[in-house]
């Protein structure tokens, strides 16, 4: 399939990388180029803007950090909106709000092309082995067109509904959820950790029996290490998707109590020079409210 | 080897079952017979105070509802303390609290017994197959003795450290995480059922994915299906073990604010008649305060 | 002194009269021009747009109810923006974000116009007797210019800083702190009353010792009272206010936990059908919660 | 009237020398006895045990610092209980747990003595002054009968109900109301300092306006001035009453979350040296969250 490919992060440049790899016909566009070139060595074309990535393709993905990216490399000047076919799909696999993904659906259906939501779960390295997980929705035929290059770059596909912001929504729901785990785990940890217990014992056990899930073993090594640099994820993105969800829980009059602890969490964090950390510090709050001081 | 068993609710009896079936010579004490019949047909002796079970017994085993009944059995009239022979071992089972713990460890040390703490992961299926995790506190020698029958109930045991109470920390701390992981998937899922995602389909995605482990299964199926009874954990059991996690904390100041948050959650589920329903009804508070009417 | 007045609201109409019967040449707008006719009849002059109302005009009152009304009047068609004259001032008096705030500042300047903060507390009946506290922040001698006008309406002014939005600032910071007022009262509400104390009597102390302020009194009467209709500030108000708190604070990095409560407690009300409640209704979820049934 | 008078602390000493001045017949108990000379200078007998003050008296007050303190006069050796004569009235003015207070009225109701609680508002200077206010709970005709001695100590007295427990309660009620006061200041104080507006200047708009009781005044002005030591009331003791009203709400099945932040906040200081300083420092937490460094 002739499809574009718009954002070359960790993130992007490893699903283009599966996308190419997989026999498509590929376009990629990043704002700074020199990410591109190992994309072309293995037989990518570099478009030199978001809209000539769109060229002749039937689907083009964008996967970007944040809310303006998005905005700017689809509404902006040589942007997607005026230049993807009629009938094209736009596969937005970034962690957007809701708000903007209710705001591509109505401005794609507009201009008579086609808009689904495909946010991914998992890391860099499970996208390089196109190990991702797809979370997509939108309408079931468009879906089912981009299938293909859907399964180039994930294991399995979930379709969860006919509305694309729903996606945004579960890929929402599951950072909360990831963030919930770092809390906590660092509240237990600081409670058994000051009563004497080793933190790595606590967790193996814990680990091993009822809280078997990778996540549980990821962040909760990276909080008993005290080892929060380099980010995996950077604060400020956990930061972010907390915000997107709170957005979302408003919009819909949904309180979310432990998304507000959250919050207040990342916040302080970036008030007191934790930008660069990895997300996971946020586990590391309640150790120090404890005046845990064992390392 | 030689044991004593007091407390055949539905963990105790298929612990006790697990001793006889190991051909350990058991005695079991409970305060309403009716419970002890089907040990003493598989072989067990019945006797008639928890005083009685301790005769001739190397280590006498409690498993019971609270601290209150722990307290009874060891101190009270016809008790463990007076009965238990020098250097013989006390296996509390019971989830009781940290307190209670360092006041047993230091009777029994004062009676020139032992006292372990070896509270269990797993519910009475898993007890019923041997397949409990223990998680052991207390002097190596003592937990070394009494390893024999701690490998007849449980698949594997965590030696935790050499106070007693550690065990009860530990076993706190997992129970606090198990109710916030019920806490925050009920919100994660008030949000996207208010969105419009499926629940049952949302929570196929999370546990196919990331959230692996069993607890986001049976929990989140509890909290989708809308089935808190009959229940497997009550509320006012989630209520205690949160209590004793508070307590825990306060007396060593670790702030656990998202145990206060499930503090609340429990005793406004007993405010409003919730005494009987199993403790995954705490996610279903965020649909409500959502206003979600979706069945 | 020659000024605008735009939005006619409660608050809007009270501040307008005063400002006419203060012997000021006034022209008031409103889009529904039913609100204009008394003040016609006591001396205005009725405009047909925003930007009429501003013609000849020193400076241009703004009184609206939230950001996009505010947004709307100054930057839309026949707005204040293009019509204020050269060196006027715009005295913004609604509770709007921080964030608008400094756009306003910045276009104003770069039309040469002036552009102040000047929120108010007090309630209508305040603004009817002339008893607001107003709340100015802006350059000095812009404040100073309109001095005469900010002291037909208010008893005293409080020159808060050369940024118009730390006025927004201070606004916010005031509600959120009446607002907590409620949480906190309801809580203690519920516990005293569940406890058998007259809810009454218990005010009546509070009231008349510590809590001598009319915060107190007024709202925590209204919680006694279950009297939450017809609504002083209705439940949207509050929550939209609590919203621009957090917003402000996010943009500066601060965590506010019972910033994030409240806005749980409005959020509940609001998705279980409490829209038209006053927002002292968020004192009643406690007792909710703590299953007081005493009327 | 004959009374007695057991705990000479800050508060103590005040009340009894103004029952003294009131020409009551004042027999004073302290553990330490160098407090109970001035308090003999003026007039009052020393005993030498709490049973010793209840001789020939009427009533006896205790005014001691927390449960295990008065636990300790009435239970112990030579306490009250065994020496109050029949009828007599023990005038509980400490802030003691709902829990204790219930089990001293059934004592002494075993011994045919009569019990009310009567916990005072109020700082050591209005003690001197006699310009307490007293919540008084227990049988109508204890309370008439000792409502001189309680004139002596009070400028008011608020008879709250028949349940002794009931003004503790009270008492506990409004400790909470003024932890909360704190807490929202402090919040509110960090955002608008964050944002560039004076603390001082800030304060002054609030308690010049909507917010002018005095604890407003007096917390504010001590988290603004960043002056937490002395401590007139320190952060255990402030830890202490949340932790009472949080273990009365439990028992009432009333959920506070508002008390389980401050719980959360008080043990952050106690964990990290907070432990000599006033209970107003919680109020300096949150500046601390939002990286406040302006003093």
Redesign the interface.
Known sequence: MKVGFVGLGHMGRAMAARLVAGGHDVTVFNRSTAKSRPLANAGARVASTAADACQGATAIFTMLADDPAVENVVFGKDGILGALAPNGIHISSSTIS?DLARRLSKAHADARQRFIGAPV?GRPDAAAAGKL?V?AAGAPDAINEVQPVLDAVGQ?T?N??A?P??AC??K???N???A?VI???G??????D?????RH??L???T?????????KTYGTLIADRKFEPAGFAVPLGAKDI?L?LA???S??????????L???F??L????GEKLDWSAVGML?AQ???VTRN
């Open positions: 809701v779960f997980f979370v399995r979930f969860i509904g509305a912001e729903m929504l579960v929402l729901s599951g909360f959820l990831i919930s809390e906590t785990l509240e237990a940890m600081a409670l058994v000051k009563g004497g217990v080793d014992a606590w193996e056990i814990l091993s029996t009822l809280f078997s899930a990778p996540v549980y915000r969800a979302a829980a408003e819909l009059n949904v309180p979310l109590p432990v998304a507000n602890l919050r207040d969490r916040l302080r970036m008030a007191n020079g309640s409210d404890a005046g």
